[in-house]
């Protein structure tokens, strides 16, 4: 089984980015889940989140997912491939 950890988080006023690696190992594939700030639509005060999770192989992005279940299978397949 793969295991996941949580490597790092930043935060600003755009939203929120957390990192996770690859425990136990050196492979250059990190997932970021990135969450943004999407003001209201026709003028409504505030702000709804958005969360998306971006596969990167050597820092390069190379697929985006709407969950983090499908970008952790989708970068263990590419890990798998490599």
Known sequence: MIRW?????????????????????????????RKRHIPHANGRAGTWDHTTYHVLYNEVEVQ???????????????????
């Not at 929120?16 to 250059?28: F, G, V």
């Not at 985006?64 to 490599?82: F, M, N, V, W």
Request: proline letters at 2%.
């Open 64 to 82: 985006q997912r709407y969950s983090l279940r499908d970008a952790k299978a989708y970068a263990e397949r590419l890990l798998e491939k490599s």
């Open 5 to 33: 950890i949580k490597a790092g988080k930043t935060a600003n006023a755009e939203g929120t980015t957390i990192e996770y690696q690859l425990a136990d190992t050196a492979a250059p594939i990190t997932i970021e889940s």
